[in-house]
């Protein structure tokens, strides 16, 4: 649900009054000038992480999905000017369809004199973070339907190919942050963020011990059971679970 912020915290330049105002100075007053317009009314704006310039869209070309709580509108509103009080509104949402899945986004609303509405979502490249996540679910899936006694090596390759699409999926949710594919990069990442709440303790470790034994994993050797064993892989299907779940798009 969008923040409802009132008119005389912008007019003030307090609270979410003044998150609005400093979007408008970086964003939006600069287009308002260029396209000519003689009032504001809404915007929304999509910021990119690989260099491009950040989208504007303004008044009518900015498109919102409106969800109310009782009110229900028909073929005939089609068109039509219609007031909506702001508290028959349930949920203010920008419109997809026109927007890049990957983009962070932001909106702004001047609702009336009396209120604004502000929402935002920073997260980058949902859509390429979406995929990592979808296949380090089949990754897990997988290996959670193979019998350990005959298939253990692949089992622990498979975990370990989740832990890193896992990493890939959180890292494309920030900016800067894109992954390469390179195991080093990877590893890098996961240490700078070590003192975060990006990836839990129990996965660090988790991928740390998988990593050192994949290989051998990979191509049939004999893998080191003082480092993984029968507890571990059931410990590690569950912290990869909760990461996988973690990651809201």
Not at 32 to 47: N, P, T, Y
Not at 97 to 110: G, H, Q, T, W
Not at 183 to 202: A, E, G, T, W
Request: overall charge positive; hydrophobic content about 40%; glycine content about 2%.
């Amino acid at each position: 649900m969008p923040i409802l912020v009132p008119a005389h915290f912008v007019n003030t330049d307090t609270d979410y009054g003044r998150t609005i105002n400093r979007l408008m100075e970086i964003f939006v007053n600069w287009e308002i000038k260029q396209k000519g317009l003689s009032e504001f009314r809404a915007a929304i704006i999509e910021i990119f992480d690989d260099g491009r310039k950040p989208k504007v869209y303004l008044n009518e070309e900015a498109k919102f999905k409106i969800t109310l709580k009782n009110r229900k509108l028909s073929k005939n509103d089609i068109n039509k000017v219609i007031s909506i009080d702001l508290k028959e509104i349930k949920n203010i949402e920008w419109y997809g369809e026109m927007l890049d899945e990957n983009s962070a986004k932001v909106f702004i609303i001047k609702w009336n004199e009396d209120y604004w509405l502000l929402d935002f979502d920073f997260r980058y490249n949902k859509k390429f973070a979406k995929n990592k996540m979808e296949r380090a679910r089949e990754f897990l899936e997988a290996a959670k339907k193979l019998d350990i006694n005959k298939d253990f090596n692949i089992i622990i390759y498979l975990l370990w190919s989740c832990a890193e699409l896992i990493i890939d999926s959180k890292l494309y949710l920030m900016p800067k942050q894109k992954p390469r594919k390179i195991h080093k990069d990877r590893i890098s990442k996961l240490q700078n963020f070590s003192k975060s709440s990006v990836f839990s303790k129990d996965f660090t470790h988790i991928f740390s011990l998988l990593s050192k034994e994949k290989n051998k994993a990979r191509y049939g050797e004999k893998v080191n059971k003082d480092r993984i064993d029968e507890k571990f892989i059931a410990k590690a299907i569950t912290i990869l679970e909760e990461e996988i779940n973690s990651i809201l798009l």
